[in-house]
């Protein structure tokens, strides 16, 4: 069964601090690999995208990992800022064309002043 | 450009009752996806549409649901006779196109179900 597992479930940081967020998938085969952020409230926004063949990708204070050999992916934030609270959710993507995505439960960041 | 449309934000039925939801995709998209996210849990996919067709249908429940995506107008999800079980937050989102190797997905903010 494909699944997509995310650690920590929730992350308290104080504001100007760095933060990881880890994801393992066990969905086969792969196409790619994307990190979205979910405000409460609100739809899921894309941070990255990722293909196998890539195993870094940055978006501002956003950096995105990927070891498609182990099937894990993280996401870095750097300088953490107030508005950074909310969920992160990787999501799979199957095999090329497929676009039923496996969706993670989501780490749930809070930054406090 | 606007984003992904939905409507309504919120709605509440009573069981037995029919839910429609409506989603209206980003100006030039023609590609129409669903998913329902249930409290607590990740979102899970339903039905991907593009205009007039049903292209995979595999995570939708196989009575009371149905997706549409006409020629002309929004997306509809409709769900009869609604029980509690459906109260979730349902989404939807559009690409441009599937053919590309990583076509963007865009969400709109969904549509919390309430049945009571």
């Known amino acids: 069964k494909n699944q997509v597992e995310q650690s920590p479930q929730s992350l308290i940081i104080l504001e100007g601090k760095n933060c990881t967020l880890q994801c393992n998938y066990t969905v086969s085969p792969f196409s790619n690999l994307r990190w979205y952020k979910q405000d409460t409230g609100r739809g899921p926004v894309s941070l990255t995208i990722?293909?196998?063949?890539?195993n870094t990708k940055s978006n501002g204070r956003y950096t995105a990992t990927l070891d498609a050999d182990t099937k894990q992916s993280s996401l870095h934030i750097t300088a953490s800022q107030l508005s950074d609270s909310a969920s992160y959710i990787c999501v799979v993507s199957e095999i090329f064309g497929n676009e039923k995505l496996t969706f993670g439960t989501g780490t749930r960041l809070t930054i406090i002043p | 450009n606007a984003g992904v449309m939905q409507n309504p934000r919120h709605l509440v039925r009573r069981r037995g009752q029919e839910a429609r939801l409506r989603c209206s995709p980003m100006k030039g998209h023609s590609h129409v996806y669903w998913y329902r996210q249930l409290p607590e849990e990740g979102l899970k996919f339903m039905v991907y549409l593009q205009k007039e067709n049903i292209i995979d249908e595999s995570g939708m429940p196989k009575e009371r649901f149905s997706a549409e995506f006409p020629k002309e107008g929004p997306s509809i999800l409709r769900i009869q006779q609604v029980v509690r079980g459906d109260s979730a937050a349902y989404f939807c989102?559009?690409?441009?196109?599937?053919?590309?190797?990583?076509?963007?997905?865009?969400f709109g903010p969904g549509t919390r179900l309430t049945v009571t």
């Open positions: 989102a559009s690409s441009l196109s599937n053919w590309r190797e990583t076509p963007e997905q865009y």
């Open positions: 990722m293909t196998f063949s890539e």
